[in-house]
């Protein structure tokens, strides 16, 4: 019975202690250290060189006192943190890429802009009224007193009635330096022509892109349902569904972002089925497939080594991911075709070469695998 008991006991404080590892971002510890007191050193010198408190020192060594004497010993416990668990990294303490593209696709994913400090000055100028003070005008306009005196030239704090003060305030405002994107593909509508054959009908049309006849008869201009062999037709090559994914009327096909050589170094660096597109700084690089723009620009938070990322849904669970561009050229909620430009080649601190790191997951019940991305793009 003693022995369940203890096997128990140890059992529920390792499940408590696995399971605040894995939810705490980070974990705790005192470490001990041994100090002696040199000339000059003070109880309050020591705890603020080792970040505690002088109260604690005293109770650690159990003295009646604050007073110290030199040569004394004296034990010091410092708190010492540091990561448990990082729920953004996998085991190998990597960036886990198939996470990041759960958290862009949730919507949790922000870019990481510039923060710049704006600072204005407005002048005031205030007429002194009875019973008031300059420590009173101070208060109202946000400023010191000697600044009021400063500005006016004023050697005393008297005031008189009707006297005019010129009050400058600076006031200071954080803007977030956001980069205009303007894209570098042309706006166009995303549609296929099609010649009208002996025997169809918009409804057969539409049955074969997987669109609906209003569609065709709106994009077409069309008032009635009638057509003539040899009609051309504008048909859209994609719609959204109801669950905001992409669906399209023709099979998918995979190109290369750039065209060069072939670098595997982020397989070596933990990085599975990842390569880089190796080209000079400043390469357009391509949107493989048509999608939808999950997410695009820096993030600090979670893959600042990668520098600017951006994140492609594609139809039928395919997500391209796109990263160590210099600079984006699209935005969160922009379609894309295949071959547009969504930004530029740059590099990255992981690994010394210029191009773009590219990695593409496909979809299957709620999770996400990642692919041979020599054996998906052609």
Not at 1 to 14: A, C, R, V, W
Not at 61 to 80: A, D, E, F, V
Not at 81 to 86: N, P, S, T, Y
Not at 116 to 144: D, F, M, N, P
Request: glycine content about 6%; proline content about 4%; charged content about 30%.
């Amino acid at each position: 019975m003693k022995y369940i008991f203890k096997f128990l006991t140890f059992t529920f404080l390792s499940l408590v202690f696995f399971i605040n590892l894995s939810f705490a971002k980070k974990v705790c510890a005192y470490k001990e250290y041994i100090y002696y007191v040199k000339p000059g050193d003070s109880i309050w010198k020591i705890a603020k060189k080792f970040k505690t408190s002088a109260k604690a020192i005293k109770k650690w060594n159990k003295l009646k006192s604050y007073r110290l004497k030199p040569g004394q010993k004296l034990i010091i416990y410092k708190k010492i943190c540091w990561e448990a668990f990082d729920p953004y990294k996998n085991k190998d303490n990597k960036i886990d890429l198939n996470l990041l593209v759960k958290l862009s696709e949730r919507g949790k994913l922000k870019p990481t802009y510039k923060k710049e400090k704006v600072c204005t000055q407005k002048t005031y100028v205030h007429v002194v009224k009875r019973g008031e003070s300059l420590w009173k005008i101070a208060k109202k306009y946000g400023v010191s007193v000697s600044s009021i005196k400063r500005e006016n030239n004023l050697k005393s704090n008297i005031l008189k009635v009707g006297q005019k003060l010129i009050i400058k305030k600076k006031i200071c405002k954080i803007i977030v330096k956001k980069p205009e994107i303007k894209s570098a593909s042309k706006k166009r509508k995303f549609i296929i022509l099609y010649k009208v054959k002996k025997g169809d009908s918009l409804w057969k049309i539409a049955k074969k892109f997987n669109v609906k006849v209003s569609t065709i008869k709106k994009l077409n201009n069309l008032k009635s349902n009638y057509l003539k062999v040899g009609q051309v037709l504008k048909i859209p090559t994609y719609k959204v569904n109801r669950l905001g994914e992409l669906v399209i009327n023709r099979p998918l096909n995979f190109i290369w972002p750039v065209d060069g050589c072939i670098d595997t170094a982020p397989k070596k660096s933990g990085f599975n089925n990842s390569v880089i597109f190796r080209a000079p700084k400043g390469t357009p690089v391509k949107a493989v497939e048509i999608g939808k723009v999950l997410f695009a620009g820096p993030n600090n938070k979670f893959a600042k080594s990668l520098n600017n990322i951006v994140i492609i849904k594609h139809p039928k669970g395919f997500v391209s991911v796109y990263a160590m561009l210099s600079k984006v050229a699209v935005k969160k909620g922009d379609i894309v075709e295949k071959g547009d430009v969504i930004g530029y080649a740059g590099s990255s601190p992981l690994f010394k070469t210029s191009g773009v790191f590219f990695y593409i997951l496909k979809k299957k019940k709620r999770k996400y695998y990642s692919l041979d991305p020599l054996k998906v793009l052609k």
